[in-house]
């Protein structure tokens, strides 16, 4: 039952400060590195730049503060930043703070929690797909959990479909 094994609210709650506890270390250590390294290699101007993206990746948003400022990943300028590729952490943060509340809501139907779980995961992966599409900003599609999602979602909707006890890998029964 998928209602007794998240383990209602406590569940998410130890989750997200499992992770907070997991990432946060290694990004503080980070920071601190590349801050203490900057200041002695970096013209202002790029250690201004570079203070930003500490906060923002130790707030775990630094790839909002990338859609802002630097627009391109792929952008040569980039490899002046020892933090940018700290960006697809602040995306699986996000995420991790979205996907609880679709549980919650899909704890209002107490009858058919898989089934509307599924629905509403199916639902919202389906409008980042068009999100994705539609957006004409590279930027965005590339940064923002919105149009991100689909790729989370087709992980969740795999989790929701298989049944471990039904559906044998390969057919090969255990």
């Known amino acids: 039952n998928l209602e007794n094994r998240s383990g209602g609210g406590r569940f998410y709650l130890k989750f997200e400060v499992s992770r907070i506890i997991r990432l946060l270390p290694p990004l503080l250590a980070a920071g601190i590195v590349c801050m203490f390294l900057g200041f002695f290699v970096m013209l202002p101007d790029d250690y201004e730049n570079l203070s930003q993206s500490v906060i923002a990746t130790n707030g775990f948003g630094n790839n909002i503060l990338a859609a ?92 929701l479909v298989y049944n471990p006890e039904k559906d044998k890998p390969f057919g090969i029964g255990y």
Do not use: C
């Open 68 to 159: 802002i400022t630097t627009k391109n990943y792929w952008d040569i300028t980039n490899d002046y930043k020892p933090l940018m590729h700290t960006w697809y952490v602040g995306v699986v943060m996000q995420f991790y703070l979205v996907y609880p509340l679709l549980f919650f809501f899909a704890r209002l139907n107490k009858k058919n929690l898989k089934g509307t779980l599924l629905t509403i995961v199916s639902t919202l992966a389906v409008i980042s797909i068009l999100v994705y599409f539609a957006t004409t900003d590279a930027a965005e599609r590339f940064y923002y959990l919105p149009s991100r999602f689909f790729e989370f979602a087709v992980g969740g909707i795999a989790a």
